[in-house]
């Protein structure tokens, strides 16, 4: 939109109410620091949900296999760093489930022999790269794999192989690695790698196509259970990547930023199978999280719900965590109400002759509903005794929702504030927890914060005067991200009691920005600023073009749409509402509102 006038707010700024600071400040939408360090509503696209793909990014990128714009949101691909970096591992010893595998793996492994055997120049090349394997080499064979896994989703192509991010940005694992691309270079060029891989490229498309068809229906019986529209682009991405000269039996999945990735190997018998349930449970985090994510700055009052599991056989993660145990048991509790019972179902006859066949085939399916719940309910009480503690309770709402027919974004804000916190805390504390548990298959791989994702963070937590510096430091740098840094100093103002200030740096923002996300905040941090003059039209007018910006994250297009229904107020109930004085303290957490926080009454 075009640049707006700025209003003067001087006459505003010195008493400006320090209960309208924090209830502006707490607009900021849930999980933005968050999101931008470790993960996260979604339109239709077209009947091929699943893009297929051979050809790796030929250009560096700051994320995995970068799609342009508009692209697809979930794909199919293989990868020829990948490919090299698990060639290397083979050479090297890395035989696992090699008799599982498909027929591309030993091929490729025999041709990388007949080049050692001639070629003195690849042996040393071989030689010098396993040295540096075996050295580098961690007790746990899966956390071994994952090193190499992470450092090849961030590499070009040959004969490059260097890495698309700063060394500083890559996931912390590999760069425990990084040191090998020199070795993989060399011993690439010596046994003709780059001619090896081209030669092999017709059996990997043949496997991405044959596991194309039972990917796309995975994807769209999973969103049918949920009632999701099927994500196109939104800055998120699902990725599998197929690699056979790695372990069939072993399916890696992480999350880094934005990239949900699964890499997986093909199996021999049958040809060309992989654990589609692990891939599915990657998708669910895909498909959930956004949902749960975009509520995480409102969970406070679940904290309690984290005592019971102190003592339960779970990652760290999810004892200190409430948002990540609760996707977690959702996701879980979604598997439980999907799962092959293994019972076979009945068949609802063709042709009624006479109503015994319909009451016969309603007896058999009251049977079969009843076996199916027993075998469903036994899964639940193991994974309620392994530290889940609320899948039950998401099994039962799931169970709801089916009956009502309606989506589980709709659901899901009652699903979550309308729980019983003490009464689930209560249930429990009576779980006798089993020695040990499961591991989630997903691992979300963290990210050093610096420079503005710092300064976020340091917001968040209410230190102004580091955000303010970081900010400021970035605005000096010729290079540095100006739209972000206007972002983080607009909040930081806001918070001061600078409206005046906030105005300004939130119009660079909307400038400057291409971030839709950051561009659609601003205006409604704008036209939340305009109903305090107030000056309605303009207010008006913000919270449309933030809605015009098209976001996709549910919160935003909420708080635009609430923006053009009433004018901004703070809530009649929360503290923050109270008249200002010098000695009511700043909460930048919002925790104070959030406990002030009751879910609406149907």
């Known amino acids: 939109?075009?640049?707006?006038?700025?209003?003067?707010?001087?006459?505003?700024?010195?008493?400006?109410?320090?209960?309208?600071?924090?209830?502006?400040?707490?607009?900021?939408?849930?999980?933005?620091?968050?999101?931008?360090?470790?993960?996260?509503?979604?339109?239709?696209?077209?009947?091929?949900?699943?893009?297929?793909?051979?050809?790796?990014?030929?250009?560096?990128?700051?994320?995995?296999?970068?799609?342009?714009?508009?692209?697809?949101?979930?794909?199919?691909e293989t990868n020829e760093p990948l490919f090299e970096l698990a060639v290397a591992l083979n050479?090297?010893?890395?035989?696992?489930?090699?008799?599982?595998?498909?027929?591309?793996?030993?091929?490729?492994?025999?041709?990388?022999?007949?080049?050692?055997?001639v070629s003195s120049a690849a042996r040393e090349s071989r030689d010098a790269l396993c040295g540096y394997v075996r050295e580098h080499t961690l007790t746990d064979n899966a956390l071994n794999l994952a090193q190499y896994i992470s450092l090849a989703l961030y590499l070009t192509p040959p004969p490059e192989l260097a890495p698309t991010v700063?060394?500083?940005?890559?996931?912390?694992?590999?760069?425990?690695?990084?040191?090998?691309?020199?070795?993989l270079r060399t011993f690439g060029q010596d046994v003709h790698l780059h001619a090896i891989w081209i030669k092999h490229r017709p059996e990997y498309e043949?496997?991405?196509?044959?596991?194309?068809?039972?990917?796309?229906?995975?994807?769209?019986?999973?969103?049918i259970y949920l009632r999701l529209p099927v994500s196109s682009y939104d800055g998120r991405r699902f990725l599998v990547l197929l690699e056979p000269m790695l372990s069939p039996a072993v399916t890696n999945a992480r999350i880094y930023t934005n990239d949900y990735i699964v890499v997986a190997s093909p199996a021999?018998?049958?040809?060309?199978?992989?654990?589609?349930?692990?891939?599915?449970?990657?998708?669910?985090?895909?498909?959930?999280?956004?949902?749960?994510?975009?509520?995480a700055a409102a969970m406070d009052r679940l904290l309690p719900l984290l005592k019971p599991v102190q003592d339960a056989p779970l990652d760290f993660t999810y004892k200190s965590d409430i948002v990540a145990l609760l996707t977690e048991c959702l996701i879980k509790a979604v598997e439980a109400r999907t799962m092959d019972v293994g019972i076979a179902r009945p068949k609802r006859p063709d042709v009624v002759r006479q109503r015994a066949d319909i009451e016969q085939y309603e007896a058999e399916m009251t049977a079969y509903d009843r076996q199916a719940e027993a075998v469903r309910r036994k899964t639940l009480d193991l994974e309620t005794r392994q530290g889940w503690v609320l899948v039950d309770y998401f099994y039962d709402k799931l169970g709801e929702l089916e009956k009502e027919s309606i989506s589980l974004k709709e659901d899901i804000?009652?699903?979550?504030?309308?729980?019983?916190?003490?009464?689930?805390?209560?249930?429990?504390?009576?779980?006798?927890?089993?020695?040990?548990?499961?591991?989630?298959?997903?691992?979300?791989?963290?990210?050093?914060?610096?420079?503005?994702?710092?300064?976020?963070?340091?917001?968040?937590?209410?230190?102004?005067?580091?955000?303010?510096a970081l900010a400021k430091s970035a605005l000096e740098d010729p290079n540095g991200d100006h739209a972000q840094a206007h972002y983080v100093?607009?909040?930081?103002?806001?918070?001061?009691?600078?409206?005046?200030?906030?105005?300004?740096?939130?119009?660079?923002?909307?400038?400057?920005?291409?971030?839709?996300?950051?561009?659609?905040?601003?205006?409604?941090?704008?036209?939340?600023?305009?109903?305090?003059?107030?000056?309605?039209?303009?207010?008006?007018a913000e919270y449309q073009a933030a809605l015009t910006v098209r976001d996709s994250q549910p919160d935003t297009k909420a708080a635009a749409e609430k923006g053009l229904k009433q004018p901004f107020t703070t809530t009649p109930?929360?503290?923050?509402?109270?008249?200002?004085?010098?000695?009511?303290?700043?909460?930048?957490?919002?925790?104070?509102e959030k406990q002030a926080y009751r879910p609406p009454s149907k």
Request: proline share 8%; hydrophobic share 35%.
């Open 268 to 295: 021999g018998d049958p040809p060309g199978a992989v654990r589609m349930d692990q891939i599915r449970h990657t998708y669910l985090h895909y498909e959930v999280e956004p949902l749960i994510y975009a509520r």
């Open 1 to 76: 939109m075009p640049f707006l006038n700025r209003p003067s707010f001087l006459r505003y700024t010195a008493s400006f109410p320090l209960c309208l600071a924090v209830a502006l400040f707490l607009a900021l939408p849930a999980g933005t620091a968050a999101a931008q360090s470790d993960s996260s509503s979604s339109s239709s696209t077209s009947d091929s949900t699943v893009t297929k793909s051979s050809k790796p990014a030929s250009r560096p990128a700051p994320r995995v296999a970068q799609p342009e714009a508009g692209g697809s949101a979930i794909t199919l």
């Open 573 to 592: 109930n929360s503290p923050a509402a109270k008249p200002d004085t010098n000695e009511e303290p700043l909460d930048p957490s919002g925790k104070a």
């Open 166 to 183: 700063d060394e500083t940005e890559l996931p912390p694992d590999s760069t425990q690695v990084v040191n090998i691309l020199p070795l």
């Open 413 to 468: 804000g009652e699903m979550v504030y309308g729980m019983d916190v003490e009464r689930e805390r209560h249930r429990d504390e009576q779980i006798v927890f089993l020695p040990e548990g499961t591991h989630d298959l997903v691992r979300r791989v963290p990210r050093q914060i610096s420079g503005l994702d710092l300064a976020e963070t340091k917001l968040l937590k209410g230190d102004l005067d580091g955000a303010s």
């Open 91 to 117: 050479v090297c010893g890395y035989d696992a489930d090699l008799a599982n595998s498909n027929p591309v793996r030993l091929k490729v492994r025999e041709e990388i022999n007949e080049e050692l055997a």
């Open 206 to 223: 043949e496997l991405v196509s044959k596991i194309h068809d039972p990917l796309t229906k995975m994807v769209l019986d999973t969103n």
């Open 489 to 540: 100093m607009a909040r930081v103002n806001l918070m001061q009691r600078e409206p005046d200030a906030a105005i300004e740096d939130f119009e660079q923002t909307v400038q400057l920005s291409k971030d839709p996300r950051t561009l659609a905040w601003s205006h409604i941090y704008l036209g939340r600023l305009y109903d305090v003059v107030p000056d309605r039209q303009k207010a008006v």
